[in-house]
């Protein structure tokens, strides 16, 4: 039986959001949501957020769970705020700790954001999610951050930056924590499920045109993935990685996204004039 799977796309960042629904039609859960963000009047939004909780409630789902796949450099994540809305409990991959303390340091943000606080749990490698009468597991997939997990369901995994589509190929390793060979062996984790298993994007970018791709399959990204065909070590990746790394722009919304998303997407508290503030780190990256 295939896993029933809902995705909606976010334009403004690239970003997929897939909603994971039980067999029962009762019990779901959503990954990687997207709370909007105007970066030229610094004004958030929770519209498109809105748009997947409208359709939960249409088809009458109880959601169950909000999961991340690793903290994203380029949307804001809307899991504080569905987690507001609904209760759903926000959860992520236990290495998260190690991204928390490097980023709270980078925006001096003296140990606001820690799991305890934030996460309702974190997972450890393996660990089995019941979701309804639909159970999955973690496999952690670190390389493109060190907290990259991906969720596997039955025939649908979740994979998060790892992989993209095809004819895009994989994520960069140059953000801190991130390393080539490591991502390299991740992939293999994910490939070595069976060739039939629908890998879900987190990300897709339409090259020369083309049309929306939400998922793959395994078979497809082992034969057709652009980067992955041109190495088969991961030295070889790692340095074809690094190669590529080196002429990307840094993602638009990095530096306001992180602050946050370390956070589980809590926005900061308001200060003594009741105004929220992003801090900027200057000459940094």
């Known amino acids: 039986m295939s896993t029933d799977v809902e995705s909606f796309f976010d334009p403004d960042t690239y970003t997929l959001t897939h909603l994971l629904t039980d067999a029962g039609g009762k019990?779901?859960?959503?990954?990687d949501p997207v709370l909007d963000y105007d970066s030229k009047s610094g004004r958030?939004?929770?519209?498109?957020?809105?748009?997947?909780?409208?359709r939960i409630a249409e088809r009458n789902l109880s959601l169950d769970m909000i999961l991340e796949t690793h903290v994203h450099a380029d949307h804001f994540t809307a899991a504080s705020?569905?987690?507001g809305v609904t209760g759903a409990r926000v959860a992520t991959g236990g290495k998260v700790t190690g991204v928390q303390k490097t980023f709270t340091d980078i925006y001096n943000l003296n140990g606001d954001a820690s799991t305890e606080a934030v996460f309702d749990h974190v997972f450890d490698d393996g660990e089995q999610?019941?979701?309804?009468?639909?159970?999955?597991?973690v496999m952690f997939t670190p390389g493109h951050t060190p907290s990259c997990?991906?969720?596997?369901?039955?025939?649908?995994?979740f994979i998060g930056d790892t992989l993209f589509a095809p004819d895009y190929g994989s994520a960069?390793?140059?953000?801190?924590?991130?390393?080539?060979?490591?991502?390299?062996?991740?992939i293999q984790r994910i490939l070595s499920l069976s060739d039939d298993t629908r890998l879900f994007l987190c990300h897709d970018y339409m090259p020369n045109g083309r049309e929306?791709?939400?998922?793959?399959?395994?078979?497809k990204q082992s034969t057709e993935n652009i980067h992955l065909i041109q190495v088969?070590?991961?030295?070889?990746?790692?340095?074809?990685?690094?190669?590529?790394?080196?002429t990307l722009s840094m993602p638009a919304l990095i530096l306001p996204s992180v602050q946050v998303n370390i956070r589980a997407g809590a926005l900061p508290d308001a200060e003594d004039n009741g105004v929220q503030y992003l801090k900027i780190p200057l000459n940094k990256f």
């Open 149 to 157: 997990v991906t969720y596997v369901f039955g025939d649908a995994a």
């Open 212 to 219: 929306l791709v939400s998922h793959t399959t395994v078979a």
């Open 27 to 31: 019990h779901c859960v959503l990954i």
């Open 232 to 246: 088969s070590t991961p030295d070889a990746y790692a340095a074809m990685r690094a190669a590529k790394d080196a």
């Open 129 to 137: 999610i019941k979701i309804g009468d639909l159970s999955g597991y």
């Open 172 to 186: 960069r390793c140059d953000f801190p924590g991130g390393d080539g060979a490591t991502l390299y062996n991740s």
């Open 81 to 83: 705020y569905i987690r």
């Open 44 to 54: 958030t939004s929770t519209q498109s957020a809105d748009v997947m909780l409208a």
